[in-house]
């Protein structure tokens, strides 16, 4: 009885081994096609320069005015509802106690905390620098928002139905609706740019292939353009401010949007609110 | 036959005595009926009927998902303890804390379901892979795991008598030769356990480690969500786990079924279970103290006292996190000289309470109270969030779910092997 419970024990150990090492042998070739799988899946962050153009933007506080028309053509020309904001524009004040506002699209961050946490990569960054959404793979999980420190992101909780109020005093509709159930961001309005480049216009100089909010502002608050052309509007105007900032450089998301901060011999807008 | 020998709970009412098992699944039902309401309000309105927002997006039911997780948590544990140390007499227990991993894991897939704003793409993330995720990876570890957990329970559920006696086996051979062939498959894996325990072992250590680093990687966010979260979570889905798999044991193998399991290996379940809830409540407090004490940080000190303004938050931690960990984990470590299984059980309910706490308090510290992006005056923005009944409505139908396939198996599932009673 005992040797029969022995025997039966061993080829038990050896099927196992057998087994154990059959299936090893199946773990290390699927880690060995990993490389490969990825190899097809799209960048997720930038961080090395391109030579290709990086879109950039620059706000000026003291010229922003709190008038929201960089919102209302946002959600305007990107068919939003009016309970959907890509671009936020708030009161906030310097540690002076001085008001400004702060307008705040998508950061576009060069080291995206979104694109590393989507479990699908549905966000994922363009070689352009742009970070979009691919809407027919996000799940809807809401990580992306849960992880962005810009409260950037916004979910499609109703199903879209009605055109914005907006339409068309502050533009027309130019993208489709998302569906229910997935997140949707401000995506510098790249079907502008993309099709803007096609027909050899430069984003940040003509306005059919510049992002609705820059051409939108009254104040020309809101600079945009190519961050590795020296050239562009953006870089221009970069080489001549001393200051800007970024909003929480302290996390290294190295954001594309600069702000110029409120100086306090200017007056800030906000008596015209 | 193996129902006869159940000893279901009865109630006496004067001379009458009630047997109230079949009231129980009865009340279950109602439960799961109700939680069917919010299912179908949920899939054809979609999350618009949660209280969900863009600022706090995750709620009960990520609280749910995790908990369910970390109670499965017992299920490595014994895996390793029967299979891999090969403690034979572990072995019965072990089957149970099979019984719970699988429940545990598929409840979080049902619950993960309803969260998803496309529930139709759950299948998403094994095909188009994003490995830098950690809820990808999460993904794919439970996926997987599921797979390894119903590999586990197959033998276990055949082995009930209605497999290989019922009289529809002779009538219709098609029957006979598939349940051969489960046998079969069954006998297989059976053989491969090790294999599969260690499988499991990895599987589990993976995404249980993953669960919390989901929260460490959000650094935009503060509070809790530090870099010590991977190994509490997997220390404390390890503590919570075995106690519940201690509670669940006695009202099993004491109550209902006496007489499979000696009560010595009871006590050694309990003292299992109260080493590990001290281990973890040691590195827990070790990490408070790192990022309380030692180092002060404007935005956490900043998130406690908002927290603080609204909800007893401290209070959670100290009392559901640290007292309820170092009494009963020092009553259940102690479990020979308690010698009293009622005290041992009131002792282990109360891990797995600081389990779902520690999930919930890290779900909502930093969504409740997030830091602004304000340039110059980063100020703390308190945010709300208030369960909707739909919500308590899935809620109720996963955790019906879960009560329900356990009460079935624990009245019929055999968990005496065949192969041990010949």
Redesign the interface.
């Known amino acids: 009885m005992s040797d029969e419970q022995k025997n039966k024990s061993q080829t038990?150990k050896d099927?196992?081994r057998r087994?154990?090492i059959k299936?090893s042998g199946t773990m290390l070739g699927a880690a060995a096609l990993?490389p490969l799988?990825?190899q097809g899946?799209r960048k997720?962050s930038g961080g090395e320069q391109t030579d290709g153009p990086q879109w950039g933007m620059l706000i000026d506080i003291n010229k922003c005015i709190g008038c929201n028309y960089c919102t209302y053509a946002c959600q305007a020309v990107n068919n939003l509802s009016d309970d959907m904001l890509y671009n936020v524009v708030?009161k906030?004040?310097?540690?002076t106690g001085v008001e400004f506002f702060?307008s705040?699209p998508c950061m576009h961050c060069t080291d995206a905390?979104c694109t590393?946490?989507?479990?699908?990569?549905?966000t994922y960054q363009r070689e352009d620098g742009i970070i979009a959404m691919d809407y027919d793979?996000?799940?809807?999980?809401?990580?992306c928002?849960?992880?962005?420190?810009?409260?950037a992101?916004?979910?499609?909780?109703?199903?879209h139905t009605e055109t914005s109020e907006r339409v068309p005093d502050y533009g027309v509709p130019e993208v489709p609706p998302r569906?229910?159930?997935?997140?949707e961001k401000c995506t510098f309005c790249s079907h502008r740019i993309d099709a803007g480049l096609e027909r050899n216009l430069i984003p940040g100089v003509d306005p059919q292939a510049t992002p609705a909010c820059v051409v939108a502002c009254p104040t020309g608050a809101r600079v945009f353009g190519d961050l590795n052309d020296p050239e562009s509007p953006i870089s221009k105007t970069l080489s001549q401010t001393t200051l800007t900032?970024r909003?929480?450089e302290e996390?290294s998301t190295a954001p594309k949007v600069y702000?110029v901060?409120p100086q306090p011999n200017t007056e800030t807008g906000s008596e015209n609110s | 036959m193996i129902t006869p020998e159940v000893k279901s709970f009865k109630i006496h009412f004067g001379k009458k005595e009630v047997y109230i098992f079949p009231y129980w699944i009865g009340l279950l039902i109602c439960g799961i009926a109700f939680g069917l309401v919010g299912a179908h309000q949920v899939f054809t309105r979609g999350l618009q009927v949660t209280g969900l927002s863009n600022q706090v997006p995750w709620g009960l039911w990520i609280t749910i998902d995790l908990s369910a997780i970390a109670l499965g948590g017992s299920t490595f544990v014994f895996g390793v303890v029967v299979y891999l140390l090969r403690i034979k007499r572990f072995e019965i227990v072990g089957k149970l804390a099979i019984l719970l991993g699988f429940l545990g894991y598929s409840t979080a897939g049902m619950v993960l379901l309803f969260d998803l704003g496309k529930p139709l793409r759950f299948w998403h993330p094994i095909i188009f892979w994003q490995p830098h995720s950690l809820l990808w990876e999460i993904t794919m570890c439970v996926v997987l795991y599921l797979t390894v957990l119903a590999a586990e329970l197959l033998p276990v559920v055949l082995e009930h008598p209605v497999f290989s006696t019922h009289p529809f086996l002779d009538k219709f051979q098609i029957l006979r030769k598939a349940i051969n062939l489960l046998h079969r498959l069954a006998d297989w894996l059976h053989s491969i356990a090790p294999v599969l325990a260690v499988l499991g072992l990895t599987l589990s250590l993976l995404h249980q480690a993953s669960l919390g680093a989901t929260y460490s990687v959000l650094s935009g966010r503060g509070m809790w969500f530090n870099q010590s979260a991977p190994v509490q979570f997997v220390l404390s889905a390890m503590g919570g786990g075995t106690s519940l798999l201690f509670f669940l044991s006695v009202v099993v193998f004491r109550i209902m079924r006496p007489g499979l399991v000696k009560d010595d290996i009871l006590y050694d379940v309990a003292r299992i279970a109260g080493a590990i809830v001290l281990l973890c409540i040691y590195i827990r407090v070790w990490d408070w103290a790192v990022t309380n004490y030692y180092s002060f940080d404007t935005e956490v000190s900043l998130q406690t006292s908002v927290l603080n303004s609204i909800a007893p938050y401290s209070a959670t931690f100290w009392i559901g996190q640290v007292i309820f960990a170092l009494i009963p984990g020092t009553i259940l470590l102690l479990s020979r000289r308690v010698n009293n299984f009622r005290i041992l059980m009131a002792a282990a309910v109360l891990p797995v309470i600081c389990t779902v706490l520690v999930r919930w308090n890290y779900n909502f510290s930093g969504l409740i109270a997030s830091i602004s992006y304000s340039p110059f005056n980063p100020a703390v923005i308190l945010n709300s969030y208030v369960p909707t009944w739909q919500e308590w409505s899935v809620a109720s139908l996963v955790i019906s779910y879960w009560l329900l396939l356990f009460s079935l198996a624990a009245h019929y599932l055999p968990f005496t092997s065949q192969a041990s009673r010949h």
């Not at chain 1, 590393?116 to 549905?122: R, Y």
């Not at chain 1, 569906?179 to 997140?183: C, E, K």
Request: proline share 7%; aromatic share 12%.
């Open positions: 038990e099927l196992s087994d154990f299936l990993v799988v990825s899946a997720l708030t906030e004040t310097t540690q702060l705040r905390p590393h946490v989507c479990p699908v990569g549905a793979l996000c799940i809807g999980c809401r990580y928002e849960v992880a962005c420190p810009y409260d992101r916004v979910f499609n909780w109703y199903k569906d229910r159930g997935v997140v900032l909003l929480r996390l702000y901060p």
